[in-house]
């Protein structure tokens, strides 16, 4: 069935093109309703709903849905959210951007984009007969829906370009304005929020979520450095907006250093905050802070999401965004004060890495997953952590439960008020070194367990409707997308494109498509039909009410325990406490490791002896951990030199440190 507002906006696109075709101005394009016959949002409209009006597909025939077409892009792969609008789809892959006949498949046409970059996998945005397309170097293109021909090319960021900036999700449109945020400040400097003029390109306004002096919040920075200037709190998402307030809405990233809170004492504006800019002038009307002094990298990293509902007797144009932690935060999007009552409660403190003494917690609320990492997910040897417990350089073995809601775009169904989301129950092994600005992006280590959940939030008390979990982590992957059908559409990591029940969330359809199912899904009318269309790595595929399409092969099953990785290096020499370098973001820095194993895999054959050398400053004693062999305790500066008799793999630990990790595989001669 095709709703009202599916003719509606359909109508519109048709006069629209039309009047385009007349050399006529084009009317304003409107996204402010729920998506119907387009889907011209990369989350549906500009409240981030991820919601449909469409209804044909529903619980009762859902066991009908099958693959309409699918679009192999040559292993090229892409995680756009198909945006369809005027009779075209419009996706980016790798460098190109393609316009698609949304019931085939089929190139209407393809233009290769002014930068080659892998960063075009958020998806674009259409208004007044253009596609608006972000680039990793952080310039946006704007192309013609028509023909592709590109239009003009605005800078975001900084020329020559930052290492490390880039637009990090979907731009977005809104009469006469293409608003963006810039990532990655994690390469060490200021996030920003940028307003481009729709026609031309050039820059209408700037916003630094990290201000500078003489700005409002720049006093929550520490005072006697620079470091606010590379300060970080990206702007990760894409943002919701509220056409009668004329406000966008932004989510914040985490500040930088991500773990060195003892370098920027104070709360850290606007770090981890939802920010209300007006979208003419780039004003700031108001911000809430989710997480003060973040040492936890707390991303807003889910879009919010824009909806109305009662809340004490009145109704109220209503916020709500999805903390990392798993709590949803429901502001009044006029004001920012909370629609929820929020209460902050005392956390535990550590003086040195400058804590807050309180963090904002929902009263009410239920968090989605537990509070700690569960304890038969943490290998032996490491400790279990909660959420806000500090870490510090002398806490090497802690595992924290970081990933949880993080990325993956929530949905808003009306019908229900639930905001949908997907989350992670998985440890982090979060590494402090005594260098502040080191930086490590949460190790891996063998045995380390992980499973998935969904669940539902009711809007209005921020208590869980139902809850599930799932076999992988989907904190940041496909996300919901929600439809009046009553159906929640997801794409999940072991390839199966799937439908549950938005009532309960019980599975009720699945699809292989053969590869990570991780783009967020598209909801769509043609001829009559409604569609679902959603990446799988290089493949786009739709799907309909009577698809003929033949599921593909199933790719190899996520891994729920995490083993070793990286390059296994032929060698008779192990190092037992090391120099290690970071990640590599602003600098390359390198640090003393006394736990580090170097290499940490090995390879040797038979009969081969294997020297282990202590460079640390400690006892330290490799064991197998079946118990095989034992170098015995090495004294600082010694060395034990074992010969392997047997041929397989051998991991071990240190039996002082026995967070400490290694891995020898003996070959046959």
């Not at 075709?21 to 394009?29: F, L, N, R």
């Not at 002014?114 to 996998?121: D, F, K, Q, R, V």
């Not at 609320?365 to 990492?373: E, N, Y």
């Amino acid at each position: 069935m095709t709703t009202k507002l599916g003719r509606t906006t359909a109508a519109m696109a048709a006069i629209a093109g039309l009047l385009a075709g007349c050399g006529v101005e084009q009317a304003p394009s409107d996204w402010s309703e729920p998506a119907g016959q387009n889907w011209p949002m990369v989350n549906g409209d500009w409240s981030n709903t991820r919601y449909s009006s469409l209804d044909q597909i529903t619980p009762a025939n859902v066991g009908e849905l099958g693959a309409a077409w699918v679009r192999d892009f040559e292993s090229n792969p892409s995680r756009a959210n198909p945006v369809v609008s005027g009779g075209k789809m419009f996706v980016t892959v790798g460098a190109d951007a393609y316009a698609l006949d949304p019931a085939t498949g089929e190139t209407i046409w393809q233009v290769t984009l002014p930068t080659s970059t892998s960063g075009l996998y958020k998806g674009v945005s259409v208004g007044e007969g253009k596609v608006f397309i972000g680039l990793s170097n952080a310039h946006i293109a704007a192309l013609s829906q028509e023909t592709g021909e590109l239009l003009w090319e605005g800078i975001v960021g900084d020329e020559p370009p930052l290492r490390g900036q880039s637009v990090p999700a979907g731009p977005s449109y809104h009469d006469g304005v293409v608003l963006t945020g810039m990532a990655n400040g994690d390469f060490g400097f200021r996030g920003r929020i940028v307003a481009l003029d729709s026609n031309t390109g050039e820059q209408i306004w700037r916003f630094d979520t990290v201000p500078g002096p003489g700005e409002p919040g720049h006093e929550t920075w520490q005072q006697d450095n620079d470091e606010w200037m590379r300060g970080g709190a990206g702007a990760w998402t894409i943002p919701a907006i509220d056409t009668e307030l004329g406000l966008a809405y932004f989510g914040v990233g985490n500040p930088v250093p991500q773990w060195g809170g003892e370098l920027r004492g104070g709360i850290n504006l606007y770090s981890d905050s939802v920010i209300a800019l007006d979208v003419k002038t780039g004003e700031m009307r108001w911000y809430y802070q989710i997480v003060h002094h973040d040492i936890w990298e707390a991303d807003l990293g889910t879009p919010p999401v824009l909806f109305e509902d009662e809340f004490d007797g009145a109704q109220k144009k209503a916020l709500g965004i999805l903390s990392a932690a798993g709590y949803l935060f429901v502001l009044d999007r006029v004001t920012g004060e909370p629609l929820i009552p929020v209460e902050e409660r005392p956390v535990p403190q550590n003086e040195r890495v400058k804590t807050h003494p309180t963090q904002p917690f929902v009263v009410g609320a239920d968090q989605i997953g537990p509070a700690c990492t569960p304890e038969d997910q943490v290998p032996s040897g490491f400790v279990s952590a909660c959420l806000y417990d500090p870490v510090d350089y002398d806490q090497p073995n802690v595992m924290y439960p970081l990933v949880r809601t993080r990325a993956a775009p929530s949905a808003y169904s009306p019908k229900t008020g639930h905001i949908y989301a997907t989350a992670a129950v998985a440890p982090r092994w979060l590494i402090r070194y005594e260098n502040p600005l080191h930086f490590v992006a949460g190790a891996n280590v063998p045995g380390m367990k992980s499973y998935g959940l969904i669940a539902a939030v009711d809007g209005q008390t921020s208590k869980l409707a139902w809850e599930h979990d799932r076999p992988y982590r989907i904190e940041n992957g496909s996300g919901m997308t929600a439809t009046a059908g009553g159906l929640l559409f997801h794409g999940d990591p072991d390839g199966h494109m799937q439908a549950f029940s938005a009532e309960t969330g019980e599975l009720l359809w699945q699809f292989q498509t053969g590869a990570n199912a991780n783009g967020s899904p598209g909801v769509y009318e043609s001829g009559g039909e409604q569609y679902v269309a959603q990446f799988a790595q290089g493949r786009l595929w739709a799907f309909k009410l009577g698809g003929t399409v033949e599921p593909a092969e199933a790719p190899p099953a996520p891994r729920t325990e995490s083993g070793f990785a990286g390059r296994i290096v032929p060698s008779d020499e192990i190092t037992m406490g090391v120099m290690v370098s970071d990640t590599g973001l602003e600098i390359v820095r390198e640090a003393f490791d006394e736990y580090a194993v170097s290499p940490v895999r090995t390879r040797v054959e038979v009969g081969q002896q294997v020297t282990f050398t202590n460079g640390g400053k400690e006892t330290h004693e490799a064991v197998a951990m079946d118990g095989s062999w034992s170098t015995g305790p090495i004294a600082p500066g010694r060395s034990v030199t074992i010969t392997f008799d047997q041929e397989g793999t051998y991991a071990y630990t240190d039996a002082g440190f026995p967070w400490t990790r290694g891995e020898i595989t003996v070959d046959p001669k």
